[in-house]
Every structure is written in C-alpha cells, then in structure tokens.
C-alpha cells in the first residue's frame, strides 16, 4: 500500500510536455512512484512507530523521575549529616577552646 501519493500520469504528460517521449515520460513516472514508496516504507514513521517511541520515552521519564527522587533523598541525607558535622564540630572547636584557655590562664 502506497503512503504518498504520486500522481503518475500528471507527472508523465508534464515530462511529455517538455519533450520526453511516452516511453521515457512512463518509464520515469514509474521509477518515481517505486523511489517516493520505498522512502516512505522505509523512512517515514508509522503510527506504530510514534506509538513505540512515545511509550518509550514515557518509560524514560518515569525512570528519571524515580532517580530524581532518590537523588534528593540522597541530598537530604547528605544534609543531614552536615548539620550532624557542624555541631560535632563546633563542640570540637568549643572544648579547645576551653582548654587552651585553662591551659593558658591557668584556670
């Protein structure tokens, strides 16, 4: 079944017109119709074809948005565990402190 529509006769009495003979004007609308079909059979997408690539990326998209989420759980823990840090670290720093003022002052 032919996607595009190609308009044999039309084409060959414009070839005819500009000189052709009936046997060459036929010949090429022919050789036409064969090309313009096999591009389409080969090269244009069908429904199923668009239906296929919709479905896979939807599946694409579903699977981002799953790592996406994992991602800013990921973040958030990372979070987390910095303000876990900061506080151990200004515990830290607070006890040397401390000490080195003792030490120091002799307190």
Same mark, same amino acid.
């Given at each position: 079944?032919?996607?595009?529509?190609?308009?044999?006769?039309?084409?060959?009495?414009?070839?005819?017109?500009?000189?052709?003979?009936?046997?060459?004007?036929?010949?090429?609308?022919?050789?036409?119709? !064969?090309?313009?079909?096999?591009?389409?059979?080969?090269?244009? @997408?069908?429904?199923?074809?668009?239906?296929? $690539?919709?479905?896979?990326?939807? $599946?694409?998209?579903?699977? !981002?948005?799953?790592?996406?989420?994992?991602?800013?759980?990921? !973040? @958030?823990?990372?979070?987390?565990?910095?303000?876990?840090?900061?506080?151990?670290?200004?515990?830290?720093?607070?006890?040397?402190?401390?000490? @080195? !003022?003792?030490?120091?002052?002799?307190?």
């Amino acid at each position: 079944m032919s996607i595009i529509t190609f308009d044999t006769l039309q084409y060959a009495k414009a070839l005819k017109a500009k000189g052709f003979t009936t046997e060459q004007a036929e010949a090429l609308a022919e050789q036409n119709k !064969i090309v313009f079909n096999e591009f389409a059979e080969n090269q244009l @997408a069908t429904k199923a074809d668009l239906f296929t $690539a919709k479905e896979e990326i939807k $599946a694409d998209t579903q699977s !981002i948005r799953a790592e996406q989420t994992l991602i800013k759980q990921d !973040i @958030a823990q990372i979070n987390a565990d910095l303000r876990v840090l900061k506080w151990g670290i200004g515990l830290v720093v607070g006890i040397a402190v401390t000490v @080195a !003022i003792k030490y120091l002052f002799g307190l």
